[in-house]
């Protein structure tokens, strides 16, 4: 059974940081592109930033660019999410998720939820 | 960037009832995804690459369209239906866009 369990979220001050984490079981991890997708509170989906199978391409959207670095580790089936100079418009629940063929999300985890705010 | 807007915003439909849920890109797409998100939930990946269900789909749900133009479908509404759906592009990337969903109810 495909699970991704993310971690590390909560409050933290505005212009701080924080570093999420993913733990992936039931595939091989190293096989998928993995990306995080987040939510703010009663609002929509926003893509966050993909990473392809070996860590060397990352791609992010404007808004998190410069300041949120994706990574992977795939001896420990893991993804991350380093957060820097975080602003309140970064508070949101966070998903990790598996990309498949043309950029689809076929499993997410649970979410995380991170409040920038001082 | 490919802007996707969703209409409607929400609706409520009855049981039995046929919904059709629309994303208008605002430049050509090869494809679109559809994601369901039920309240306090993640969202699940609910048809791919334009018209193909996701594994567990009911078959009432179909997908369609091209260009700039795509649309879900339910073809007999169902109490477990209701749900805010969301499209999603990945044609042309970066950035993936989604689009600002539309909230299903039960009427």
């Known amino acids: 059974e495909v699970q991704l369990v993310e971690s590390g979220g909560g409050l933290v001050q505005p212009g701080r940081s924080l570093k999420l984490s993913c733990a992936a079981s039931g595939f091989t991890f190293s096989n998928y592109y993995m990306a995080w997708v987040r939510q703010a509170p009663k609002k929509g989906l926003e893509w966050v930033a993909t990473i392809s199978t070996s860590g060397s391409r990352t791609y992010y959207p404007d808004s998190v660019k410069g300041r949120f670095t994706i990574s992977r580790d795939n001896a420990k089936s893991s993804l991350y999410l380093q957060m820097n100079s975080l602003k309140s418009e970064d508070t949101a629940t966070y998903y990790c998720a598996r990309g498949q063929y043309r950029y689809n999300y076929d499993y997410w985890g649970q979410g995380v939820m991170v409040t920038v705010s001082s | 960037e490919i802007v996707l807007t969703q209409s409607p915003t929400t609706m409520a439909a009855s049981p039995g009832e046929k919904v059709t849920l629309t994303c208008r890109a605002s430049s050509s797409v090869s494809y679109m995804h559809w994601y369901q998100q039920r309240s306090g939930t993640s969202p699940k990946l609910w048809i791919y690459e334009t018209s193909k269900l996701a594994s567990g789909v009911p078959n009432r749900f179909s997908g369609s369209g091209s260009g700039t133009s795509y649309s879900l479908t339910i073809n007999s509404m169902e109490t477990e239906d209701a749900a805010t759906y969301y499209c999603?592009?990945?044609?042309?990337?970066?950035?993936?866009?989604f689009g600002s969903g539309t909230k299903l109810e039960i009427k």
């Open positions: 999603q592009q990945g044609s042309s990337y970066p950035p993936i866009t």
